[in-house]
């Protein structure tokens, strides 16, 4: 038996935790799990808000029993139809078959593509109110802050706000659900992680919700992953990582991503690094792209401006996990960095012609001291890769903005 928790008056948590899957959307690793996050709100009529993933489905029910019993909901609000948080949809209903289901037009059509559900869905529009009695919801769409029928739901009696996916982490709720239970800092590294993975793509839709939310007055905001936050100081910090994030705005700092298959390229890596440090970087982050999981080197790309990447040729391409991060940096439309990449090759340097079309394609104001190795290191190599080094930490160290697409030569 559940012991129902009260977020504040009237408004409950029934979300649950996931320390079981380890790899969220079968790509993304979850060392401290994850929760998919619901809610309920009694008032003289009584709202949900979102679902869980189906495998939970049992939990779930068990939690809603024990906030309301016998009672039934009137409506679940659907703020967005990703199978982890629609997934017990069609299971709810079977439960409480007079239920009404609130979305968007797109989350109407998803509805009924997903789960075959056309009755009792109540479809609204930007801005529209819904009335439970003390309590007014108001819906506010924000398309592609992850999907396109993506809302978040406002009360404003409570100054509560219902953001879906966005100012949503990985981790999940170990005991506690809000930020006064629970220790902020586990999360601001999963966040980034988070943020960069599943919702980095999304910029500008994130940025045109932030405008549409400014102004609102938010005391606590439920987002369907991870803590509650009600704390003024943490409030802010969430809201402010997502914004900075959604710029691609990150801190001094620099990431080198390099594959290699018998260590030449990575001994070129650790000359750059070393050269970097010596001429004052700090925040060097070194990732061998075949051992760091994707999700890790890019939370560390937004987080942060300078980004070096090298690849040995294989085939007369990029390294293949190279390859891979570069697709996962060129459809989140990456920007906003000072960037330069080193490639090693033994007949024909098929990785510096893919590394510099990626840099001419990217939003990136280019250290123009790349390195090119032919088998292996020697005198030349060594002295070039140690220009590079200075060369980014000088850039770094300068504080000047990013050029979108300048080439910059020492
Ligand atoms: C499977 C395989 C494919 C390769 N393909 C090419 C190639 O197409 N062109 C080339 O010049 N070198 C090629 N090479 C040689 C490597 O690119 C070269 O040895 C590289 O610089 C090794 O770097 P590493 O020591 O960091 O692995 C290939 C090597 C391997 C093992």
């Excluded at 506690?176 to 500008?204: A, C, H």
């Excluded at 102004?215 to 009600?230: A, F, K, N």
């Excluded at 090759?345 to 280019?366: I, P, V, Y």
């Excluded at 032919?374 to 005198?379: A, C, M, T, V």
């Amino acid at each position: 038996m559940y012991k129902p928790f009260e977020i504040k008056e009237n408004l409950f948590y029934v979300g649950v935790n996931d320390r079981t899957k380890h790899l969220f959307e079968n790509l993304w690793p979850l060392p401290k799990g994850v929760s998919y996050n619901s809610y309920i709100i009694k008032d003289e009529k009584i709202a949900l808000i979102d679902t869980v993933d189906i495998c939970y489905a049992d939990v779930f029910f068990n939690k809603i029993h024990s906030v309301l019993g016998d009672k039934q909901i009137d409506y679940l609000i659907v703020n967005h139809m990703e199978p982890d948080h629609s997934g017990s949809v069609e299971l709810l209903k079977t439960r409480y078959p007079q239920i009404k289901i609130v979305g968007n037009s797109r989350t109407a059509e998803m509805l009924k593509g997903y789960y075959g559900i056309t009755d009792n869905v109540v479809v609204i529009e930007d801005k529209e109110e819904l009335n439970l009695g003390k309590n007014n919801l108001q819906f506010y769409l924000t398309p592609m802050v992850h999907w396109p029928e993506t809302m978040m739901t406002y009360v404003k009696e409570s100054k509560t706000l219902f953001s879906a996916d966005a100012f949503g982490t990985f981790g999940t709720l170990d005991g506690g659900v809000t930020d006064t239970q629970l220790n902020p800092e586990w999360y601001w590294d999963e966040m980034i992680r988070y943020y960069s993975n599943i919702v980095g793509k999304f910029g500008s839709p994130v940025q045109a919700a932030l405008k549409k939310l400014s102004g609102m007055g938010i005391d606590t905001i439920c987002s369907t992953h991870g803590p509650v936050w009600t704390q003024p100081d943490t409030l802010g910090k969430v809201v402010s990582l997502y914004d900075r994030l959604s710029r691609y705005e990150s801190e001094n700092g620099l990431v080198i991503a390099y594959g290699s298959m018998y260590g030449n390229t990575e001994q070129l890596a650790e000359i750059i690094a070393a050269a970097a440090a010596e001429n004052g970087a700090r925040n060097i982050i070194m990732h061998n792209v075949s051992k760091s999981h994707e999700s890790e080197v890019l939370r560390d790309i937004f987080k942060y401006r300078g980004l070096i990447i090298g690849s040995p040729t294989y085939n007369n391409k990029l390294y293949p996990a190279v390859e891979s991060l570069l697709s996962a940096l060129q459809n989140r439309n990456v920007k906003n960095k000072f960037f330069s990449f080193f490639s090693g090759h033994t007949w024909a340097d098929g990785a510096k012609r893919e590394l510099k079309a990626f840099a001419e394609g990217m939003e990136f104001e280019t250290i123009c001291e790349s390195v090119e190795m032919k088998q292996s290191l020697n005198r030349n190599v060594m002295e070039n890769a140690y220009a590079l080094g200075k060369a980014m930490a000088e850039r770094l160290h300068s504080g000047d903005a990013v050029i979108p697409h300048k080439t910059t030569c020492h």
